[in-house]
């Protein structure tokens, strides 16, 4: 079933920055996600893709108000999550779960399984006693895990089950949102696609709806309905999946579409490798004007003197550029 066109989550205008400090005055600061405005629907899955330093995992980890927001608004079915504090949050953290990176260093290794899967229920005061032992085995065999893997501790698992465990964990609340935080990229390449078809089997089962943040393009693409592509602090082009794969329209995306590996080795012998060529730029003074402008083959005058504002160009299809 696809998604519908209710909005759940809209992010706007999002800004965090981390101060640096000289002594107790601030210096500067790293703008570390400047800018970011979308909207996910209800039962939609949006990738996110950029490099390493973007900010793909800082602007997650705002939306989850585990980083106060420098400015902007998140709003979750209509309220507000950037100005709510303490407990008003609380209802929210039932509703808004994440998936992290590294499924060993997410989980604590002095609690069991159960413990680390049933913490929510007793948080929220979901279950307890035979009822909760009852859903942490059934949040067990929905993942793919075993109910005597109860008892035991995250060492005893690889790292594919690591993450299913992350997976049960976030799963204990009934969340409607989830954000997957680059969840397969410490995995190992046979165990990656196990766990995105089990996401998505738990999407279709569940009505869940995603954020899912990851390099590996082709998985993005196999996951997810439309996708924002995010370079330094800022996103540079949204699209409907087959539309961004098909006619990407920033030079960033088109170079980093070229970098994805073909199959086929007469298909690869034709296309052609965009090379990117220098480093990011420091998020602390990024460039003036476009922030890809110190790298991209296209740059003009405009680029380095004016910013490029976000502007639909085909239905769904938003890009941040002057070419």
């Known amino acids: 079933m696809g998604p519908n066109k209710e909005p759940l989550l809209e992010v706007k205008n999002l800004r965090k920055y981390f101060p640096i400090k000289d002594g107790l005055a601030i210096k500067s600061y790293i703008k570390a996600v400047d800018g970011v405005s979308f909207t996910i629907n209800q039962g939609e899955t949006m990738g996110l893709v950029g490099e390493s330093g973007c900010g793909k995992s800082t602007m997650a980890r705002t939306i989850m108000r585990l980083y106060k927001p420098t400015d902007g608004e998140i709003c979750f079915h209509g309220n507000n999550l950037a100005t709510l504090k303490g407990s008003q949050l609380l209802p929210y953290r039932k509703r808004i779960q994440m998936i992290f990176q590294d499924p060993y260093a997410s989980l604590n290794g002095r609690m069991t399984v159960g413990d680390i899967v049933g913490e929510a229920l ?11 032992i009852s859903m942490i085995h059934e949040l067990l065999h929905k993942v793919g895990l075993e109910p005597d893997h109860a008892i035991r501790y995250p060492h005893e698992f690889s790292g594919g089950q690591r993450q299913r465990i992350g997976i049960a964990r976030a799963l204990a609340v009934s969340p409607d949102f989830i954000i997957c935080d ?26 869940l709806t995603y954020l899912f943040i990851a390099h590996d393009l082709t998985m993005v693409r196999h996951i997810s309905d439309k996708i924002g592509v995010m370079y330094l602090g800022k996103l540079v082009e949204i699209a409907d999946s087959k539309t961004l794969y098909k006619s990407p ?11 994805m590996p073909i ?13 990117i060529e220098g480093d990011m730029p420091s998020p602390i003074d990024p460039p003036l004007g476009c922030r890809f402008s110190t790298r991209c083959q296209y740059v003009h005058s405009q680029c380095v003197q004016e910013e490029p504002k976000m502007r639909e160009i085909s239905s769904g299809h938003h890009v941040a550029c002057h070419t």
Do not use: F
Request: net charge positive.
């Open 122 to 132: 007793d948080i929220h005061k979901l279950a307890s006693g035979k009822a909760r």
């Open 182 to 207: 680059e969840p397969i990229s410490a995995l190992d390449v046979s165990i990656q696609a196990q766990i995105v078809n089990m996401l998505k089997d738990l999407q279709s089962e569940l009505g």
């Open 249 to 259: 329209r920033h030079p960033y995306t088109q170079a980093l579409l070229s970098a």
């Open 263 to 275: 199959p086929d080795p007469r298909l690869a012998s034709k296309s052609r490798r965009i090379l």
